[in-house]
């Protein structure tokens, strides 16, 4: 059975993400980056190869932006932790998760992320600020998230120290920067010149220029 490809996101509504580009974003301009940075990562993972299912796991409503061939399913879960394991226990197969904070992900690092799972237990991928862009499970396990504190300088090691913990072996990817402020999000769109996000974070500068 291929692995399914999942991407966990919020619905791009203004001031309820990427609220740390606030400011100097205002909560329209964070919420049109947010929108760039999904489209960039739904259109990386439509091109990686080797995905059984591709599933949008999210918090909102889906609208016409999710591209055709998704399923969309909704969060559930007080907190990220939980709803990381709600993610896995809903698709109920082997499956790779990655979220929306990396719109410069290349479609052929989740194709190696996807194909990893096929001698591993687990999958993992760092982010530069502490976090994490990546997680893989062969076999849902609740046990893999819970107690683990998010959103911290160490969340990344604590995860990887748990999947550890569990003898899941564990195949890891490169790390990626996420886009958690604008000194990140000008460097991830350094990185990606030519992806949306690079386009909407060029057009929101060029206004704050002007005016």
Request: proline letters at 9%.
């Amino acid at each position: 059975m291929s692995p399914a490809l999942l991407v966990i996101a919020k619905e791009p509504v203004p001031g309820r993400v990427k609220t740390r580009l606030c400011p100097p974003c205002t909560p329209e301009q964070a919420a049109r980056l947010a929108h760039a940075a999904l489209a960039d990562t739904l259109a990386a993972c439509a091109r990686a190869a080797g995905a059984g299912r591709r599933v949008l796991v999210l918090a909102g409503r889906p609208g016409p932006w999710v591209p055709a061939g998704w399923e969309v399913v909704p969060q559930r879960g007080a907190g990220l932790a939980a709803r990381l394991a709600a993610a896995f226990a809903d698709c109920g197969e082997p499956a790779v998760l990655v979220g929306m904070d990396t719109p410069q992900v290349a479609p052929a690092l989740l194709t190696d992320g996807l194909a990893a799972l096929a001698g591993a237990d687990a999958v993992f991928g760092p982010a530069t600020d502490g976090g994490y862009w990546a997680i893989g499970l062969r076999q849902p396990d609740p046990a893999v998230f819970a107690g683990v504190p998010m959103s911290r300088v160490y969340t990344g090691a604590i995860q990887r120290a748990r999947l550890a913990a569990l003898g899941l072996r564990t195949a890891d990817l490169p790390p990626l920067r996420d886009v958690d402020d604008i000194a990140a999000a000008r460097a991830v769109a350094a990185d990606a010149p030519g992806s949306r996000f690079a386009a909407a974070l060029a057009e929101i500068d060029a206004r704050v220029a002007v005016a």
